[in-house]
């Protein structure tokens, strides 16, 4: 596309172990580091963020990489927005501030 401005997804899957209360609050603030950084949470560990352009996605997951707490597995998957759409809601709803339709707006 020109200038890459290809709108992209970033989604954020992650398990993080809760048994000991260090590791809750590291579950905790990795949680509201992604909320404070523009992701919506999907489902409870799944968290999606809408990103202009490829440069975007490598600088949201260099974030992601530096906040990671230091146990748990923590994946991220980019998508394109066409490809984010076309996600099928099987059991439940879309979150209200979801928009799966490539209209969402972006605010820099």
């Avoid at 905790?28 to 999907?42: E, P, V, W």
């Avoid at 409870?44 to 975007?56: I, P």
Wanted: aromatic residues 10%; positive net charge; contains cysteine.
């Amino acid at each position: 596309m020109k200038g890459d401005l290809r709108r992209m997804w970033v989604i954020v899957f992650f398990d993080l172990p809760v048994t000991k209360k260090p590791q809750r609050t590291a579950a905790a603030r990795f949680r509201n580091d992604l909320l404070s950084d523009g992701y919506l949470m999907l489902q409870f560990s799944v968290y999606a963020r809408m990103c202009r352009a490829q440069e975007a996605v490598d600088k949201h997951i260099r974030r992601i990489q530096g906040k990671c707490p230091e146990e748990g597995s923590i994946r991220a998957l980019q998508v394109t927005d066409k490809q984010y759409a076309r996600m099928k809601i099987l059991l439940g709803n879309r979150v209200p501030d979801e928009c799966i339709d490539g209209q969402q707006l972006l605010f820099f």
